[in-house]
Structure formats: C-alpha cells, structure tokens
C-alpha cells in the first residue's frame, strides 16, 4: 500500500503563532521538528498496519520545512516550492492520502485559519457554493482521482470538518482551538502517540473509506481582503469578477478548476500598508 502524505505545519502541537511557523522567525526551527516527529510518527503507524511505500509532500509555506535527516528512511520527500500542484504534488500514484498538520480554513476560530494566503489577502474560499478548507480542496483532488483521505491531523475545528465530508476518515486532534492565537495542546509525546495510533487505525480501516468526489461542475469563488486584488489577478478568460472583491470560475474537470486556483493565487500580491 503507498501511502501519501500531505504535510503543513499550523495544525502541530503547540503552534499558535505566526512565529512558530515562519522560516527565520524566533520558534520555526523548534517547531519544524514537531513537524517532523508528526510525520514520522504517521508514517511509522502507517507501516505497522502493513504500509511499505510512503511519499512525503511538503505543503507548508516555502515548502522546505521538514527535517530531512531526522525523516523516517521508509519516505521519499518532495522539497521545494514550485510544484505544479502544490500541496498534492504527486499524490496520482497513492492508496490512500493523509493530511498532517492541516489547519481550519479562513473566516473561522481555528488557529491560524487561512485558506492558501494570508487572511489580509483572502477572506474567503467556496466551492460550489461552500466553505472550502485547504484540505477539502485537496481532498477533492485526491477524490478526483480514486484516492480516499484517511488521516487528519489538526486541531478540533480541522477534524470536525473533515469528519463531517470524508467518509471512514480518521482524525487526530492534537489541539484545541480557543482563539485564532490561543490553543489548548497536547505534549509533544502525547501528540505523536495519537498520531501513530491513528494512522495505524487508517490503514487497517482503509476499506472503510470513500474518496470524497463532489459532483461537477465545479465552481472556485474567492472574496479577497481588497477590491485591487481582485482586480489584479483577472488574467485568466474564464474568470468572472462578481463584486468588487470577489472573483469566480466554473470548469466541468476539477483538476482544471482546482489548477485555475493554484494560478490565480500565484497572482496574489499584499497591497501596500496605507498611511
């Protein structure tokens, strides 16, 4: 069984502040190793239920944060940011796909809620007229494909929401979410343990799920923080601006659609600080 691996960083133990999950700021490199330890112990659960082919993407920020020297040597690991899709770069080949680290999505209390940008650049994100989380996107790439969502690791605000749309799903709430910047966390130990548990339950369980496989068309809406963003980011023929900060697409093959997002988000600019 292959498993893949999807791996951010705002949803590990701990992590509550933009500190700790920026490269070069005061607490990444403490936390990267959380990140790492979380990785490993999905994957080490994974193998006991009898896993032997794992691959590792590396879906958090300037996609380079995963410890390579302490990574379980089961793994291969992609490294690097320009990917063409991103957070699920080669998940094609995969059983089963796992979400570690994943957090809520933008205009709710989970912590560090974003969807693909900065809550200053994106407010929201729907798909087909629903809220759409980082990971339900993703979930939908897999699910395009044949390829079932096992594992979410997160906080509670992250689990419930794949609960609620991945049938079979496992979840591992690592955290509490009580504000955006507040949460109550598991230790480190206690953290990897559920984690490793309940990989090992996704795999021996893995007949139990069904890939999550919305029905078409499919329909990416994004409201930005500014009427500028919108506007710079209409390059593309088949978007439609539909308010001043809101722009749309609909495409019948979700791949399409879900790429469309990728491009229109590398467009994405912070405008200038005014006064």
Request: aromatic share 8%.
């Amino acid at each position: 069984m292959k498993v893949y691996i999807s791996a951010d960083m705002e949803g590990v133990t701990g992590v509550t502040h933009p500190e700790d999950v920026i490269p070069g700021r005061s607490q990444y490199e403490r936390f990267r190793r959380f990140l790492t330890a979380d990785v490993n112990a999905a994957i080490d659960g994974a193998a006991r239920s009898g896993a032997s082919d794992f691959l590792v993407n590396e879906a958090h920020d300037g996609m380079r944060n995963i410890v390579l020297e302490e990574l379980d040597p089961r793994a291969e690991v992609i490294v690097g940011q320009r990917k063409p899709l991103v957070m699920v770069e080669g998940i094609e080949d995969a059983d089963v796909a796992f979400f570690v680290g994943y957090h809520a999505r933008a205009g709710v209390e989970g912590v560090l809620s974003h969807t693909y940008s900065s809550p200053t650049e994106v407010i929201g994100v729907q798909l087909n007229g629903e809220p759409c989380s980082e990971a339900r996107m993703n979930a939908a790439f897999a699910g395009s494909l044949g390829i079932p969502v096992g594992l979410v690791t997160g906080d509670d605000r992250t689990c419930e929401e794949a609960e609620s749309l991945y049938v079979g799903v496992r979840t591992a709430r690592v955290k509490i979410a009580i504000d955006r910047y507040t949460a109550c966390c598991l230790s480190p130990d206690a953290a990897r343990i559920l984690v490793q548990e309940t990989a090992a339950d996704a795999v021996s369980g893995v007949d139990d799920l069904t890939a999550y496989a919305p029905d078409g068309p499919y329909t990416f809406t994004i409201e930005f923080a500014t009427a500028s963003t919108a506007a710079g980011v209409l390059h593309f023929p088949q978007l439609e601006r539909i308010g001043d900060r809101v722009v749309s697409w609909t495409h019948e093959d979700y791949a399409t659609a879900y790429r469309m997002f990728i491009g229109v988000m590398s467009m994405v600019h912070s405008d200038p600080d005014y006064g």
